[in-house]
């Protein structure tokens, strides 16, 4: 069983080569608790569909992502962790946040202070939001883009 996925699948890199041809490339890098490595690359064109076949095969693999014990000593910090748990692919608004904050915590809070802590972590890269009709619609980044 896979007990570390190397931050996330965060070093899982999409390199557009030539703007016109839109040749793209990922790579995802794991290590398990033996120091077994794992490497898989999807080269030419790569869609979300084919990523998401890779993750499935992860999971019939048994892989796993390692439980990190991270400190929720924060609002911004529980936030952050309803988006990565719940939303990591799909996109989401500060109303569904909202709604699993309450959930997940047992603790209200406000619809304001989620929409800014969106904002900041729009602002870090962390999230990409769109304007839908009167509200905000995020989208977790988890694919970084280089050009080259």
Same mark, same amino acid.
């Given at each position: ?18 703007? $016109?041809?839109? /040749? ?5 890098? @794991? ?9 898989? /690359?999807?080269?030419? $064109? ?6 998401? %076949?890779?993750?499935?095969? @992860?999971?019939? @693999? $048994?892989?796993?992502?390692?439980? /990190? ?15 990565? %748990?719940?939303?990591? @692919?799909?996109?989401? +608004?500060? +109303? ?9 915590? $047992? ?29 905000? +619609? ?11």
């Amino acid at each position: 069983m896979l007990t570390k996925l190397i931050r996330s699948v965060q070093p899982l890199t999409l390199d557009l080569l030539d703007l $016109n041809m839109a /040749k793209k490339r990922i790579r995802i890098d @794991m290590e398990d608790a033996d120091g077994a490595r794992y490497d898989i /690359k999807l080269e030419g $064109n790569v869609t979300r569909d084919k990523v998401l %076949k890779i993750f499935e095969m @992860m999971d019939l @693999m $048994n892989i796993e992502e390692e439980e /990190k014990s991270v400190k929720m000593d924060s609002i911004g910090s529980k936030i952050w962790h309803i988006v990565d %748990k719940f939303f990591p @692919m799909g996109k989401f +608004t500060s +109303t569904n946040i909202l709604e699993k904050y309450e959930d997940e915590f $047992n603790e209200p809070v406000k619809l304001s202070v989620i929409s800014t802590y969106l904002s900041r972590f729009t602002s870090k890269g962390r999230v990409e939001r769109i304007r839908t009709g009167r509200e905000w +619609t995020y989208q977790s980044i988890k694919i970084t883009q280089k050009q080259q």
